[in-house]
């Protein structure tokens, strides 16, 4: 058996003899480099790692005084790798070591990185029968909302294996998270950065129904998923758009209703207040697009669209797109109101909002290509 030109990282928490059979298979596969990691084993399971490293001569071990999680498991062998096998393999390939993944698939995942120059995931069949419920329905959910949210299909976004080639592991190693919220993480991070990903498919095992697994389903997946609602509102420009529209929409058509309601409630017989009453469309528009629009015009400016633009020059392209806005939007409102003959103020609430959302993607399209554009040089 020809050698495998990359080092296999086993992160492990409190392992049985399984580990023991995926070290001999991954050796008889060819791989002559294997670091494990003791991520704050109790006494009890010390012993294995003691014959491991008596047994196999291959395997560096790694130890943590205390638990620190996968996250940090998987850094401390990649610091390791970088400082002493850099410079002698071509990358290195983590699985996990309760026998999920197969010496053979292990072997093919780090040769097809080795040939691609990409990372490589090893991905599972969740279709299957045998995929316990609580894993088909987290990776399934977890893949639906990476392809909405974030633009990325990743068949098994759970999958432990996963081979990197030197160029790619110090971006990886600086990717956040402790736990199992890192591989989350360092997909996402992938993505931000433009790293190229390959799905290779792998045989899915599942012994004893996943019960050795130490992934706690509502503790970690509440940290799973707050990075990727933090992608998301980090990077994802789309959405960040239509959170803060419907911020500013609440405060808008609070804003309009409460006008129209109290002026529906005044019978002024001369001056200001009865231009208002009989110009009252006008009113609770102008009123409420003033005030939402000082909210939306920051929001936009500091958290949507990021722009380093000068202030005055914002304000000036933000308001010279605002004011046509808004005056074809009231004009819309009244000429709907005067063609249906409404005048309860909920029901010019409902007219308004059809107006606003024929505006709404205009108006996104007009902010990120002129408003809040970024010049060249703040893209890179």
Not at 92 to 117: F, N, P, R, W, Y
Not at 225 to 250: R, T
Request: hydrophobic residues 40%; proline residues 4%; positive net charge.
């Amino acid at each position: 058996m020809s050698q495998i030109n990359a080092a296999l990282v086993i992160p492990s928490l409190n392992p049985d003899k399984k580990i023991m059979q995926v070290i001999q298979q991954t050796v008889d596969q060819g791989f002559s480099t294997i670091l494990v990691v003791d991520d704050g084993s109790d006494t009890a399971h010390k012993q294995i790692f003691q014959t491991l490293c008596q047994t196999y001569p291959q395997i560096t071990l790694l130890t943590h005084p205390k638990n620190l999680g996968k996250g940090e498991g998987l850094k401390t062998a990649f610091r390791y790798y970088l400082e002493h096998f850099a410079d002698k393999l071509g990358g290195v390939v983590t699985a996990d070591g309760d026998g999920q993944h197969l010496a053979k698939d292990i072997a093919a995942c780090a040769q097809e990185m080795l040939q691609s120059g990409e990372v490589i995931f090893g991905c599972r069949d969740f279709s299957l029968p045998e995929v316990p419920p609580k894993s088909r329905f987290g990776n399934h959910t977890t893949s639906l909302v990476f392809k909405i949210a974030c633009g990325m299909n990743i068949s098994d976004t759970q999958t432990g294996l996963r081979a990197i080639p030197n160029q790619y592991l110090p971006a990886i190693l600086d990717m956040e998270g402790s736990r199992f919220e890192y591989e989350t993480n360092m997909i996402l991070g992938m993505k931000q950065q433009n790293i190229p990903l390959k799905e290779v498919k792998i045989e899915t095992v599942y012994e004893d129904n996943n019960n050795g697994t130490h992934f706690h389903p509502i503790k970690d997946s509440v940290r799973i998923y707050k990075w990727i609602l933090h992608y998301i509102l980090k990077y994802h420009q789309g959405i960040k758009y239509v959170i803060s529209s419907g911020v500013c929409f609440i405060l808008d058509y609070l804003i309009h209703y409460t006008v129209l309601k109290l002026l529906s409630l005044t019978n002024p017989t001369d001056g200001v207040l009865l231009f208002l009453v009989n110009h009252h469309i006008f009113t609770a528009y102008l009123t409420g697009r003033l005030i939402s629009s000082m909210l939306n015009f920051t929001l936009n400016r500091r958290y949507v669209f990021r722009s380093t633009e000068p202030l005055g020059k914002s304000i000036a392209k933000y308001y010279a797109l605002c004011i046509p806005q808004a005056a074809i939007g009231m004009l819309g409102e009244n000429l709907l109101a005067h063609l249906l003959e409404v005048s309860a103020p909920s029901l010019l609430t409902v007219l308004k909002l059809l107006v606003d959302i024929c505006l709404f993607f205009l108006s996104y399209f007009i902010q990120r290509i002129w408003v809040f554009r970024k010049k060249e040089t703040d893209k890179k």
